[in-house]
């Protein structure tokens, strides 16, 4: 149990067009999901907390406008990078706590990269 | 602010070698938890175990097995008899309970570990 996945694994896009990634916890309801960015060989960096039907919590610098989240029910959740640019390139990964638990699985992670 | 720390960037061993890598947190919580995660070339992160501050028993599972010392706020992880499977990076990680009530991640930098034939 406790399979979580996005979709898609990989998009290449042009520069000022917007992506929808979604994750989904497969087998287990999810009332919070979080998403991370990562750069090639550095650590987790977390963008924001997105807790069911409310509005997600963002990290210090991260703009709100610029990755909209949405966490419509308890086992989907998507990120939207707006208006992309280069320096959006990065791995995108969620994660998914179970209800109850503090435990956080993740997601096989979206390859995002902006010509 | 709570702190992860992986001193080890990189560690490369033959394959059959033990290893362990290092990890020491600190944090101002009474209560948390910690958790190492796999992250093979594929990008996936793997969930290997998850830890209670409370319970500094030691643990093993198979070839993996985790030393868990409050008195030095360190969460050690060691792979007996090493596989070139077990080449990853390891990340060391300890939830932080917000003001809101909800709980994050504070992610290590990250240990590549390579495990050659």
């Known amino acids: 149990g406790a399979v979580v996945s996005q979709h898609p694994s990989r998009v290449i896009c042009k520069s000022g067009t917007s992506v929808k990634i979604e994750c989904r916890s497969l087998?287990?309801?999810?009332?919070?999901m979080f998403w991370y960015r990562q750069f090639p060989k550095q650590s987790l960096m977390l963008m924001a907390t997105?807790?069911?039907?409310?509005?997600?919590?963002?990290e210090q610098g991260v703009e709100k406008d610029k990755f909209l989240i949405n966490h419509a029910s308890l086992t989907l959740s998507t990120l939207t990078v707006t208006s992309a640019h280069p320096e959006d390139s990065s791995f995108y990964i969620c994660?998914?706590?179970?209800?109850?638990?503090?435990?956080?699985?993740f997601g096989p992670g979206t390859r995002l990269t902006v010509l | 602010a709570q702190k992860v720390t992986q001193a080890q960037t990189e560690i490369s061993v033959v394959e059959k070698e033990d290893v362990t890598l290092d990890c020491v947190y600190e944090t101002r919580d009474t209560t948390y938890y910690l958790f190492w995660y796999k992250q093979p070339p594929s990008g996936e992160l793997v969930f290997l175990i998850r830890?209670?501050?409370?319970?500094?028993q030691n643990e093993i599972s198979g070839r993996y097995s985790w030393n868990f010392q409050k008195s030095t706020s360190s969460f050690n992880f060691t792979i007996t008899a090493s596989q070139v499977v077990d080449s990853a990076v390891y990340f060391c990680?300890?939830?932080?309970?917000?003001?809101?009530?909800?709980?994050?991640?504070?992610f290590g930098k990250g240990t590549m570990l390579l495990v050659s034939p």
């Open positions: 830890r209670n501050s409370f319970d500094e």
């Open positions: 990680a300890l939830s932080e309970t917000m003001n809101s009530g909800y709980s994050t991640l504070t």
């Open positions: 994660s998914a706590k179970r209800t109850g638990t503090d435990t956080q699985y």
């Open positions: 997105s807790n069911e039907g409310s509005k997600a919590t963002y």
């Open positions: 087998d287990f309801q999810a009332t919070t």
